[in-house]
């Protein structure tokens, strides 16, 4: 299957700082998802971004397809963006995912 | 758009026990479905995958089967649970054919005494 490795594993912010994750993948993929689990555990849909940039208000995503990463980049940190974040990438129909980035915001 | 619903939310259940756990769609027709379990604090791990009725994929061997008797309707089981099927479940479907998007339930939570 699919490798899909995420980095860093743990991440620690102040409210208001800006942070990227990543997300690299061993193998060509018909799609990437980036997922936010939040404290209930519900998986909440943040980027559908096969390839291309994407911008969701303090949330953008970059996929370079070609060389297997995806970034997430989320600006102006909150406390409510804490939680563990997930890459997803699709090939034939199953999903492969990465072991998460657990992001902790301080007030 | 796709709403998926799952139930129970939590569920505490003998070592021993029957399983039975149910996830169903609206909003769109002829999804792919799947089942993931989650252990605490650990990524998820894709258990059955449906791209039809009747058709199941199985990714781990292990105590648990899955069934889809409808297009929409897709079914976790297990004969007898072992304190190792405790963890956080959860049903996806996905749309669109290939590249199609997921989107997940809100979970079951089982635990196995």
Same mark, same amino acid.
């Given at each position: ?15 208001? @700082? ?24 519900? =998986?909440?849909? =943040? ?12 949330? %953008? @995503?970059?996929?370079? @397809? ?5 970034? =997430? +980049?989320?600006? %102006? ?7 563990? +974040?997930?890459? @997803? ?19 | *758009? ?17 399983? !039975? ?8 027709? /002829?999804? /792919? ?11 998820? $791990?894709?258990?059955?995958? *449906?791209?039809?009725?009747? $058709?199941? !994929?199985?990714? #781990?061997? $292990? ?20 304190? *190792?099927? *405790? ?24 635990? #196995?005494?």
């Amino acid at each position: 299957g699919i490798q899909v490795e995420q980095s860093p594993p743990d991440l620690i912010l102040q409210e208001g @700082a800006n942070s990227t994750l990543r997300c690299n993948f061993s193998d060509s993929v018909n799609n990437l998802q980036w997922f936010h689990q939040n404290p209930w555990g519900q =998986l909440i849909n =943040l980027f559908y971004i096969p390839s291309g940039t994407k911008q969701n208000g303090r949330l %953008s @995503a970059t996929t370079v @397809a070609t060389e297997r990463y995806s970034l =997430l +980049y989320i600006s %102006s940190s909150q406390t409510t963006d804490s939680g563990v +974040y997930f890459c @997803a990438v699709e090939n034939f129909n199953k999903f492969y995912f990465g072991s998460g980035t657990k992001l902790n915001v301080k007030p | *758009s796709q709403t998926i619903h799952q139930w129970p939310a939590t569920l505490v259940q003998p070592v021993g026990s029957p399983l !039975s756990l149910e996830c169903t769609v609206e909003g769109t027709s /002829n999804p /792919n479905l799947y089942w993931y379990r989650q252990a605490a604090g650990r990524g998820l $791990q894709l258990l059955f995958y *449906s791209v039809g009725i009747g $058709q199941i !994929s199985s990714e #781990v061997p $292990q105590n648990l089967s899955a069934s889809r008797p409808q297009d929409r309707q897709f079914i976790l089981s297990s004969k007898k649970l072992l304190l *190792s099927d *405790s963890g956080f479940y959860l049903c996806a479907a996905a749309v669109g054919g290939l590249g199609n998007e997921q989107f997940f339930g809100p979970g079951t939570r089982l635990t #196995v005494l």
